[in-house]
């Protein structure tokens, strides 16, 4: 595996490849990374992770500085999982001035749920996947489930700007107990790491209800949202949404049995975690 840190030097060894298969990252891997790691090698070609804490997708309030650093232990894990290539470019290498061009989604996609709560979020995502996809002009590119919302704009950037890259969304992968994986976790306490789980517990209540039959999706959500509050989360949102465009399902929607997903966004302490779950009707 070869780790790479200037663009110059990626561009080289990328000059006799012909397709890639890409993973961008912000390091501080998991085992969700290495599944991510593994869809991509499915597809046959030479992998390339990318491990960047990109700055421009951070509120000024948010944990860009505290965002935990481990390119020796994430290359550790990544040669195990078979990357080929590992592209860690500093920050003035990927910025060498300031980032003035950006990649702004629709406002219907990208202002509602985490673009709400964190305004500008996927402005700097776009960016910096836009621009990965420039340095690496990979074939095919894997991006995980459980950013949901992420995922769609991705798909719709992809697919807006004719891009040549497949965008590949792999499962969430859940510890035992249902946590889904992110490197945020690590921020939780003993207790915090206990009560986690209350979050994807209150996605699978929401499918639960619906499925035995409950329409008034609103009081589902209160419901729900109330409960983990009570437990000392805060949640910016908890919430059922059409799979096509996020939007909340119509009476229509639920009697057409239109394909849902339920999204939520909490805080227990100082940490935000996000987890979603689809539902069958
Ligand atoms: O999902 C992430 O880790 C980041 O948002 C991404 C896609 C690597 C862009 O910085």
């Given at each position: 595996?070869?780790?790479?840190?200037?663009?110059?030097?990626?561009?080289?060894?990328l000059a006799g490849s012909t397709k890639?298969?890409?993973?961008?990252?912000?390091?501080?891997?998991?085992?969700?990374?290495?599944?991510?790691?593994?869809?991509?090698?499915?597809?046959?070609?030479?992998?390339?992770?990318?491990?960047?804490?990109?700055?421009?997708?951070?509120?000024?309030?948010?944990?860009?500085?505290?965002?935990?650093?481990?390119?020796?232990?994430?290359?550790?894990?990544?040669?195990?999982?078979?990357?080929?290539?590992?592209?860690?470019?500093?920050?003035?290498?990927?910025?060498?001035?300031?980032?003035?061009?950006?990649?702004?989604?629709?406002?219907?996609?990208?202002?509602?749920?985490?673009?709400?709560?964190?305004?500008?979020?996927?402005?700097?995502?776009?960016?910096?996947?836009?621009?990965?996809?420039?340095?690496?002009?990979?074939?095919?590119?894997?991006?995980?489930?459980?950013?949901?919302?992420?995922?769609?704009?991705?798909?719709?950037?992809?697919?807006?700007?004719?891009?040549?890259?497949?965008?590949v969304g792999a499962s969430t992968v859940?510890?035992?107990?249902?946590?889904?994986?992110?490197?945020?976790?690590?921020?939780?306490?003993?207790?915090?790491?206990?009560?986690?789980?209350?979050?994807?517990?209150?996605?699978?209540?929401?499918?639960?209800?619906?499925?035995?039959?409950?329409?008034?999706?609103?009081?589902?959500?209160?419901?729900?949202?109330?409960?983990?509050?009570?437990?000392?989360?805060?949640?910016?949102?908890?919430?059922?949404?059409?799979?096509?465009?996020?939007?909340?399902?119509?009476?229509?929607?639920?009697?057409?049995?239109?394909?849902?997903?339920?999204?939520?966004?909490?805080?227990?302490?100082?940490?935000?975690?996000?987890?979603?779950?689809?539902?069958?009707?």
């Amino acid at each position: 595996m070869q780790v790479i840190h200037t663009l110059a030097d990626l561009r080289a060894v990328l000059a006799g490849s012909t397709k890639t298969a890409l993973v961008p990252t912000m390091g501080n891997l998991h085992e969700g990374h290495l599944a991510l790691l593994r869809e991509a090698a499915l597809h046959g070609f030479p992998v390339v992770a990318t491990i960047f804490v990109n700055r421009l997708q951070f509120l000024p309030h948010e944990d860009f500085d505290q965002y935990p650093r481990t390119l020796e232990r994430d290359c550790q894990l990544l040669e195990g999982a078979g990357c080929d290539i590992v592209f860690a470019p500093g920050e003035s290498e990927l910025y060498p001035e300031p980032q003035t061009f950006k990649v702004t989604p629709p406002a219907a996609l990208g202002d509602l749920l985490e673009g709400e709560f964190r305004p500008g979020f996927f402005t700097g995502v776009c960016t910096v996947v836009m621009k990965l996809f420039q340095c690496v002009q990979p074939a095919v590119a894997v991006f995980g489930q459980k950013d949901y919302q992420q995922l769609m704009v991705i798909k719709a950037m992809a697919r807006q700007f004719a891009l040549p890259v497949e965008i590949v969304g792999a499962s969430t992968v859940r510890a035992g107990d249902g946590l889904a994986l992110s490197s945020r976790n690590g921020y939780l306490s003993q207790d915090e790491r206990a009560e986690a789980t209350a979050l994807a517990r209150a996605l699978r209540a929401i499918a639960a209800a619906l499925r035995e039959g409950a329409r008034d999706v609103a009081a589902i959500e209160a419901t729900q949202k109330a409960e983990l509050d009570a437990r000392g989360w805060k949640t910016d949102y908890l919430t059922v949404r059409r799979r096509v465009d996020l939007l909340p399902p119509t009476p229509d929607d639920l009697a057409a049995k239109t394909p849902l997903v339920a999204l939520a966004a909490s805080r227990l302490g100082r940490t935000r975690l996000i987890d979603n779950l689809e539902i069958e009707l």
